[in-house]
C-alpha cells in the first residue's frame, strides 16, 4: 500500500512563497491522479489542486488559481505545491492525496476532481501558516 508523507510547511509572512513536497512510497504512484486539499481550524477540508498522471493537465480551486503550482515527478515519486502570494486565508495543513483507481483519463476524474472521497490514500498533513 502506498504512503505519502508531506514536507515543507512552516511559518511565512503575507506575500511570501513556500514549497510542499509529498513523498509517495511502497506502492503505485506514477499513473494515479494526485491532489493536494488543506483544512483550517474549524472549517471542512477544501480542493486546492490536482494534476494528471502525465502531468499534462492540472486544475486549482479559484482561490488559489495564479499563485499555486501543482507539479509530480513521477521517476522520483514526488509531488509539489509552489505556493506564491500567500494570504493570511490560505493558513491550514495541507494534506496531499492520491485518487482511487489508477490509469484513470483525466476527462473522466475531471467532474469529481474536487470531491475527497474520490481519494483513498492521504498523507498526514504539513501545517502551513501565514502571519500578517
Known amino acids: 500500500q502506498v504512503q505519502l508523507e508531506e514536507s515543507g510547511g512552516g511559518l511565512v509572512q503575507a506575500g511570501g512563497s513556500l514549497r510542499l513536497s509529498c513523498a509517495a512510497s511502497?506502492?503505485?504512484?506514477?499513473?494515479?491522479?494526485m491532489g493536494w486539499f488543506r483544512q483550517a481550524p474549524g472549517k471542512e477540508r477544501e480542493f486546492v489542486a490536482a494534476?494528471?498522471?502525465?502531468?499534462?493537465?492540472?486544475y486549482y480551486a479559484d482561490s488559489v488559481k495564479g499563485r499555486f503550482t501543482i507539479s509530480r515527478d513521477n521517476a522520483k515519486n514526488m509531488l509539489y505545491l509552489q505556493m506564491n502570494s500567500l494570504k493570511p486565508k490560505d493558513m491550514a495543513v495541507y494534506s496531499c492525496?492520491?485518487?482511487?483507481?489508477?490509469?484513470?483519463?483525466?476527462?473522466?476524474?475531471?467532474?469529481?476532481?474536487?470531491?475527497?472521497?474520490?481519494?483513498?490514500?492521504w498523507g498526514q498533513g504539513t501545517q502551513v501558516t501565514v502571519s500578517s
Open positions: 492525496a492520491r485518487r482511487r483507481r489508477g490509469g484513470v483519463s483525466w476527462s473522466s476524474a475531471l467532474p469529481t476532481l474536487r470531491m475527497s472521497y474520490q481519494y483513498d490514500v
Open positions: 511502497g506502492g503505485t504512484f506514477s499513473n494515479y491522479v
Open positions: 494534476i494528471s498522471w502525465s502531468t499534462d493537465n492540472t
